[in-house]
């Protein structure tokens, strides 16, 4: 018989200081996939989720997270990099391309913008341009990468990871 017994919610890790991450979304053609992605931010102790074009939070996914995360909306990525930027955030992209870096070998600035490409484009030229690294997520099998809102999750885990008192 094991000792241990069923706890269906345990309550938050308490952190020593505010996560400084912040995730930036271009325009996602799924309002589930956003949902998704602010819900994770929640779990993960993230104050701030910005995403671009026409977002709306679906309440009974994002769940507990739409209370807890800053939702930011504004038309366009590339602005919203560069302002990151100026605010002295590592802009880091989340995108399989040239130069990509591993994740699990890529460390994390305590300060940083984690930004998200589109479902189907991934991150443009233009976004591409106005990060400061870019990491990948290795994939072992097909399809060629993972859901927008899994691979933001993975991601998530692993600044956490590096950083999880805040």
């Given at each position: 018989?094991?000792?241990?017994?069923?706890?269906?919610?345990?309550p938050?890790?308490a952190?020593?200081?505010?996560?400084?991450?912040?995730?930036?979304c271009?325009?996602?053609?799924?309002?589930?996939?956003?949902?998704?992605?602010?819900?994770?931010?929640?779990?993960?102790?993230?104050?701030?989720?910005?995403c671009?074009?026409?977002?709306?939070?679906?309440?009974?996914?994002?769940?507990?997270?739409?209370?807890?995360?800053?939702l930011?909306?504004?038309?366009?990525?590339?602005?919203?990099?560069?302002?990151?930027?100026?605010?002295?955030?590592?802009?880091?992209?989340?995108?399989?391309s040239?130069?990509?870096?591993?994740?699990?070998?890529?460390?994390?600035?305590?300060?940083t913008?984690?930004?998200?490409?589109?479902?189907?484009?991934?991150?443009?030229?233009?976004e591409?341009?106005?990060?400061?690294?870019?990491?990948?997520?290795?994939?072992?099998?097909?399809?060629?990468?993972?859901?927008?809102?899994?691979?933001?999750?993975?991601?998530?885990?692993?600044?956490?990871?590096?950083?999880?008192?805040?």
């Open positions: 018989m094991s000792s241990f017994s069923h706890l269906r919610h345990k938050p890790l952190l020593d200081r505010p996560r400084e991450l912040v995730v930036a271009a325009p996602l053609r799924s309002n589930v996939n956003l949902s998704h992605i602010v819900r994770t931010a929640g779990c993960c102790g993230i104050g701030k989720v910005i671009c074009g026409h977002a709306k939070l679906i309440d009974r996914i994002a769940r507990d997270g739409a209370e807890g995360v800053q930011e909306v504004h038309r366009t990525l590339p602005p919203v990099l560069r302002d990151l930027k100026q605010a002295g955030f590592s802009v880091v992209g989340l995108e399989q040239t130069g990509s870096v591993c994740l699990y070998e890529f460390e994390f600035a305590r300060r913008a984690l930004v998200v490409g589109n479902e189907r484009l991934g991150l443009t030229d233009d591409l341009r106005l990060v400061d690294r870019v990491v990948e997520i290795p994939v072992f099998g097909l399809p060629y990468s993972y859901n927008v809102h899994t691979a933001t999750a993975i991601a998530l885990y692993e600044y956490c990871r590096q950083y999880p008192k805040g």
